[in-house]
Structure formats: C-alpha cells, structure tokens
C-alpha cells in the first residue's frame, strides 16, 4: 500500500513538473516576474536559542509570489520536535509579507535557484500564533561560487537549516 502511494506521489509530482515546464516558456516570453516554491518533502531547521532551543522544525508547504508586486501567497504545516523525538507543537503557517527574492537562474526557463526571503505567522494548534517570523527559503539550483546558504529553509528562531530540498519555479 506504500508502495501504491509512493507511486502516486510521484506521478502527481511529475505531472506537475510537466505542467510548469510546458507553461514556463510562456510566462518567460512575457516577462513574467511571478514565481511559485515547494519545500519539496519536508524541510527541518534547528533552533539554537530562543525559547525553542535545540529544537527542529518540520515544514512543508508551497507557494508564489510577484518580485516586482512584492506579494506572496503560501502556506503549509509545521511540527516541532524535540532532540528526543517528541512532537511538542503541530500546526499551519501561512505568509504574511514580501521581502525579497534573488535569483541564481538556472539550466532553463523554469527551474532555478535563488533566495527568497518571506514574512510568515506559525499558528499552533494550542497557543498563541507567532506573528512576524522571518522565512527564508534556499535553493541551490545555479547557486554563484562562494554562496554560503544551505538548501532548504529557515524560520524564526529556527536559524541552521538541517535538510530537505526546494524548488523555484517561473
């Protein structure tokens, strides 16, 4: 049965990246400054001070956003874990803010790498949402010589990135 749903994952995954390579050429030959992000699988970032800290995060999520209209749409799930696996806090994320994006381009109109820097609020399923978060979403797709960042992402207090994969799309 995992298997069935691996296969189906993977299906829906590469029937969605045909859709954006077919399209891409369009919105490029336009100009287009739209973009959409997937924080492919889960990404995970640890805390290293604050109130989380030694912590992880586990995001997923997905989203687009205009660089020249500085706006953004995404959302998605969190769970924080604990060194010793247990989950201490579960819920949904959501962007609230534009900063910036900056591209790395990449091996074709489409697929490319950059850094792109959001404002998100993390509202758990208990407590108070944790408004005015600092997201930031690394893929190294193209990435220059000497770029220090890590694939993945980052958010809040959850400042060192510790896996997971992402994708820009245009």
């Not at 997905?62 to 874990?81: L, N, P, W």
């Not at 609230?96 to 790395?104: L, M, P």
């Not at 998100?120 to 193209?142: D, I, Y």
């Amino acid at each position: 049965m995992q298997a069935t749903m691996k296969i189906k994952k993977l299906a829906i995954w590469l029937a969605a990246m045909l859709a954006v390579a077919v399209l891409s050429p369009l919105d490029a030959a336009a100009g287009g400054t739209s973009f959409s992000f997937q924080l492919t699988g889960p990404n995970t970032a640890m805390a290293s001070s604050g109130q989380f800290s030694g912590d992880t995060i586990r995001m997923t999520g997905a989203g687009t956003f205009d660089r020249v209209a500085a706006t953004v749409d995404a959302d998605g799930s969190f769970k924080i874990i604990r060194p010793d696996g247990t989950v201490v806090e579960r819920g949904t994320w959501k962007a609230t803010a534009f900063t910036s994006f900056t591209s790395f381009g990449g091996p074709h109109p489409g697929f490319q790498g950059g850094v792109l820097v959001i404002t998100v609020t993390l509202t758990p399923v208990s407590g108070a949402p944790l408004s005015g978060q600092s997201m930031v979403v690394n893929c190294l797709v193209n990435a220059p010589s000497g770029f220090t960042g890590d694939e993945g992402m980052t958010v809040g207090d959850f400042t060192t990135s510790t896996g997971g994969t992402t994708l820009f799309h245009n």
